[in-house]
């Protein structure tokens, strides 16, 4: 993570963890974040600033490659920048993972990548997001609502609250799908349930015919799992 606060002598720890990616299996990887099946290759950063992650920065088989990424809040002169010049490469097949204190700029790095940070009170000052050749710093709005939750999937922090209430798990996971890749009724319920046992529910009809405040926690972080990897995603965050 990176940000305006001070670590003193020490700095922010990094985790990069590579291996192959497999599917899924949530009963023996909770802590999933990192994803990597890999020896995990442990660093240290330089400080706050600058940190470049990756095992090569600018390969050709990167997915995805920041340059020098600033996200600020607020305005000038009460601007804080709660990301400054991060940079990193991700290859296909493999797993970043960035360990640091809270509020030293994970989760806003990862919110500047489909810029979803709050236009209001946020901006991506400087920097470069490339995806498959594409910046998505400088995308078009159209184009961009394309890449998101199709090419690039996030799974949110809190399930509770990105879940609708009113709606079912079916009817949730089969508009992900709808507006991934589509297909009829019974596939798209068919494709909910294998979605559902690949993460772990072991009676997802049941699950699918249940509201969010008839299942555990546990259960709708499943399900957001689910619809992330719902639309076979490049990358997933």
């Not at 990756?54 to 990424?69: C, F, N, Q, Y």
């Not at 709005?141 to 399930?159: A, C, D």
């Not at 890749?181 to 049941?206: C, F, H, N, W, Y």
Request: avoid cysteine.
């Amino acid at each position: 993570g990176v940000g305006d606060r001070t670590w003193g002598r020490k700095p922010p720890l990094i985790a990069l963890v590579t291996g192959k990616m497999r599917f899924l299996n949530i009963r023996q990887h909770p802590l999933f974040f990192l994803l990597g099946y890999g020896r995990p290759e442990w660093r240290l950063g330089n400080g706050v600033e600058g940190i470049r992650l990756g095992d090569g920065m600018g390969s050709s088989s990167a997915v995805l490659e920041i340059r020098d990424l600033k996200t600020v809040f607020g305005r000038p002169p009460h601007q804080v920048t709660a990301v400054d010049s991060i940079s990193l490469d991700i290859e296909s097949g493999k797993t970043l993972g960035v360990v640091g204190e809270s509020g030293s700029g994970k989760s806003v790095t990862a919110l500047s990548i489909l810029r979803l940070i709050p236009s209001a009170s946020a901006r991506i000052e400087s920097g470069k997001i490339s995806f498959l050749g594409r910046d998505l710093v400088k995308l078009p709005s159209r184009e961009l609502r394309q890449v998101r939750g199709r090419q690039i999937s996030m799974i949110f922090q809190e399930p509770g609250t990105s879940l609708n209430p009113v709606f079912t798990v079916a009817d949730q996971i089969g508009e992900a799908i709808r507006l991934g890749p589509g297909g009829t009724t019974d596939s798209i319920r068919a494709r909910s349930e294998q979605l559902l046992s690949e993460v772990g529910i072991r009676d997802p009809k049941r699950l699918l015919a249940s509201y969010p405040h008839q299942i555990s926690g546990g259960q709708k972080q499943r399900v957001m799992i689910a619809m992330a990897l719902s639309s076979d995603p490049e990358i997933l965050i």
